[in-house]
């Protein structure tokens, strides 16, 4: 069987099968995907992380499916009922949903109509007239009556043989795979509001009366149906035909007769078995691909929406780093203030306070003069404003503590604040910032992202930062498992400090667990700064697999051993030895060396152990040493006096920062508040499948103003600078249609607990026929921010 595992999944990966076998080898001996994937080409001939992503997950599913064939060969060998063309068509089996079509006749289950016609001996009654039609069904009938087997006359008899005929038919695994296709290609999901649900279920409006193929359906779609239907405002219907025969048999009802040999010829049974393959097909076989394809259309919508999730979740954590720059933080908020921290280059915190610029209190002097105090005192060079309620407020304070104070060389920047609330309230806030208020611990947070989205946000459940759609509807194991392995893949792409990392980024490097990484914190702080990577032998529990497995990932700026601060790999230094030998320099002399590393030729260093690949990797660090993937750090400018919705006026050209990216279009923070948003057809002159090929969330942009709907706060924008604004007669696909794409989309919103953040609390849902997902955390509040969740109060 694994052979045949390891087969199957190169072919759909397109690869060797020696690749994936060495690949699995790798993974069940406890090797991490990233380790595989930087330190192991050489035994998978250079799979990639995505590559090895997708075969771990396909390895789980076809695993899982063996589990099962085992345990159903099992089940149908016990009852004495497997012979050698079931196990041929069990064996033969490649998917779950397969299997079980072929287990269903077999699968124990409670007595049913037939199973009970059968002990009364009904059998040879229902097969005598299958076989033959010519047959006068009440009279072969007649012979079977016996009131002491509990069949008292010819009706009861011939009851009790259509109930053994409809479970047959019901139960041909062929024939179910081949109706379950039929009615996936030409079957609807049919959407009707229910009785006096119109109003209580507003939010849902464009699904009171809906209908399209399966096949056409857009995974946000379907989730929003189904959430409308389990809030009990929608009832959904799977009708297997779009336009179904008015007088006759259906397409489905001639299958199954075609297949057991049913017609009508005027013979005395040929009714009787039309009727019974009938009442087959609508008593049975529609209910139960009705349940199946209920479930293929959530399993597919529940894949593209984790798929979202996890792209848009990579996108945030690969941000730009700001740097070892010193950051003040300020969490805005009007009546309860706003929250300032400033922290070091090292992300200490130094200094906190509170201020009251806006309404009530209107101390705007006051703050500017604390907030100057602070800059100088402790030579701050960035500002990060958290975009939650009264941000654009904020954010002009800060504008106006620069104008004042040229000299300080002040940069603002304003950031997500999402999930910061869930940090603050954390047992990992507490123990971090013991001292700190709750309150103050989210502006420390949101100082601490500009520094280092990465290092920050991994503190926060990646599930409440909220750049998914439809996250509180999914599956919590699925949606987890992905979420992580985007955390583990970006922690480890960009390397980790270990004199500097928190225990929860240490967690997420390769071989190292939250047990582990707490006992490496603990051995920082007791024994000081590590001066090497062999000193993260002495860490307790942090044995040779540990370390073979995160040593690489682990770096040690200004240690004993300057390759101690790249990518290269320990067990690697002998190739840099070589090369050392080779060019008669010293280590410090040789890296970023540019001119001699090039001279160089992967081939002459490589042996049987370490390869052309790792060496080509290596002389690649050595002339970058410890480089971060993350692009260089800018920021979005956003114009001055353009602060409100009225300020706004279609034409207007503006930069922007996306904020968050749905299957619909993009949302883009133009600094008044509300977030527009750029529809998926106005982000380019061709056809975009997905948004993400055009932008991505921390993507800065150009943007043009559309349409702007001030009592509904709605923004339309485009990308295409060219595009005729709203009242312009702009072209269908173009002008106000940007905005319509999600006029009734609403959120699963975490609400901040001043009632606007995005950051923890109600979940508020809905949904919108044209394009619009259910969206979470983030994308919640940009469509908050944007006005587009009216009528869901």
Not at 330 to 337: A, C
Request: hydrophobic letters at 40%; charged letters at 30%.
């Amino acid at each position: 069987m694994t052979i045949s595992i390891h087969q199957k999944i190169a072919e759909e990966l397109g690869v060797r099968e020696r690749q994936v076998q060495a690949a699995v080898d790798l993974l069940d001996g406890g090797a991490t995907v990233p380790f595989i994937a930087r330190y192991r080409k050489e035994a998978t001939e250079s799979l990639d992380d995505a590559q090895l992503r997708a075969l771990e997950e396909r390895l789980r599913y076809l695993r899982e499916l063996e589990e099962r064939r085992a345990a159903i060969l099992e089940s149908i060998r016990s009852q004495g009922k497997l012979d050698e063309a079931l196990e041929a068509q069990i064996m033969a089996a490649d998917s779950k949903a397969r299997l079980e079509d072929i287990y269903l006749p077999y699968k124990p289950k409670r007595r049913t109509k037939a199973q009970i016609a059968r002990e009364a001996g009904l059998e040879p009654l229902a097969d005598g007239l299958l076989a033959d039609p010519t047959r006068d069904p009440q009279a072969a009938a007649a012979v079977f009556v016996d009131a002491e087997k509990g069949v008292p006359d010819a009706a009861a008899a011939l009851e009790g043989a259509r109930a053994i005929l409809i479970e047959r038919f019901a139960e041909d695994a062929d024939l179910i795979g081949e109706l379950r296709e039929q009615m996936w290609t030409r079957g609807r999901l049919v959407s009707r509001v229910r009785d006096d649900k119109q109003e209580a279920g507003a939010k849902f409006s464009d699904y009171f009366d809906f209908a399209e193929p399966f096949t056409k359906l857009p995974s946000h779609r379907v989730l929003a149906m189904f959430r409308g239907e389990k809030e009990e405002v929608l009832g959904l219907t799977l009708e297997p035909e779009e336009a179904p025969a008015e007088d006759g048999p259906s397409g489905y009802e001639r299958s199954i007769a075609r297949r057991f040999g049913v017609a009508d010829q005027g013979r005395p049974a040929d009714r009787w078995l039309l009727d019974t393959v009938r009442w087959a097909w609508r008593t049975r076989v529609l209910v139960h691909l009705g349940i199946d394809l209920r479930m293929r259309l959530w399993q597919a919508a529940e894949e593209e929406a984790v798929r979202v999730f996890a792209a848009n979740l990579r996108d945030l954590l690969l941000a730009a780093p700001a740097g070892t720059r010193a950051t003040m933080g300020l969490d805005p908020g009007l009546r309860t203030g706003v929250k300032v921290a400033v922290v070091d280059a090292t992300g200490k915190v130094v200094a906190t306070a509170t201020i009251y610029p806006h309404e009530p209190r209107r101390r705007w002097d006051e703050s500017i003069a604390v907030l100057e105090r602070l800059a100088r005192e402790h030579a701050v060079d960035l500002i990060a404003i958290g975009n939650g309620t009264a941000s654009r407020e904020t954010d002009k304070l800060a504008g106006d503590l620069i104008k004042r104070h040229p000299d300080l060389k002040l940069t603002k920047v304003v950031v997500s604040e999402a999930g910061a609330s869930v940090y603050s309230a954390s047992a990992y806030a507490s123990q971090e910032l013991p001292e700190l208020d709750v309150s103050l611990r989210g502006a420390v947070s949101i100082a601490r992202r500009l520094q280092d989205p990465l290092a920050e946000l991994v503190k926060i459940d990646p599930k409440s930062i909220g750049v998914g759609q439809y996250q509180h509807d999914v599956s919590e194991t699925k949606l987890s498992r992905s979420l992580d392995a985007v955390v583990e893949d970006c922690v480890n792409a960009v390397g980790v400090d270990v004199n500097t990392a928190s225990a929860p980024l240490l967690t997420r490097v390769s071989g190292i667990g939250s047990g582990l990484a707490e006992n490496i914190v603990q051995h920082r702080d007791a024994n000081g700064p590590f001066r090497s990577r062999r000193a993260l032998k002495d860490v307790p529990r942090l044995g040779p697999k540990a370390f073979e497995q995160c040593a690489g990932f682990l770096r040690i700026p200004g240690g004993d051993d300057p390759l101690d601060a790249s990518s290269v790999h320990p067990e690697a230094y002998p190739v840099v030895r070589r090369i050392l030998d080779t060019t008669s320099d010293d280590i410090k002399t040789l890296i970023g060396n540019t001119a001699v590393l090039r001279t160089l030729r992967p081939a002459d260093f490589a042996d049987d152990t370490f390869g052309l690949p790792t060496v080509t990797d290596i002389l690649k660090e050595l002339e970058k040493p410890g480089r971060d993937p993350r692009p260089a750090f800018r920021a979005a400018t956003f114009k001055e006096g353009v602060e409100t919705l009225g300020d706004l006026k279609p034409g207007m050209l503006l930069e922007g920062v996306v904020t968050n990216v749905a299957a619909f279009g993009a949302f883009v923070d133009i600094g008044v508040h509300q977030d527009g948003l750029v529809h998926v057809s106005a982000m380019s002159r061709t056809f975009v499948k997905d948004p993400r090929e055009v932008v991505k969330p921390g993507d800065i942009v150009r943007v043009k103003v559309l349409d702007v709907d001030i009592p509904r706060k709605r923004i339309s924008l485009t990308l295409r600078l060219d595009d005729e604004t709203a009242g312009a007669n702009a072209a269908p696909g173009q002008g106000g249609r940007g905005g319509r794409g999600a006029q009734n989309a609403s959120g699963g919103a975490d609400r901040d607990r001043r009632g606007g953040g995005g950051r923890g609390g109600s979940d508020r849902r809905g949904g919108n026929r044209d394009r619009a997902p259910q969206p979470g955390g983030a994308l919640a509040e940009a469509l908050r921010k944007a006005g587009l969740d009216k009528g869901l109060k």
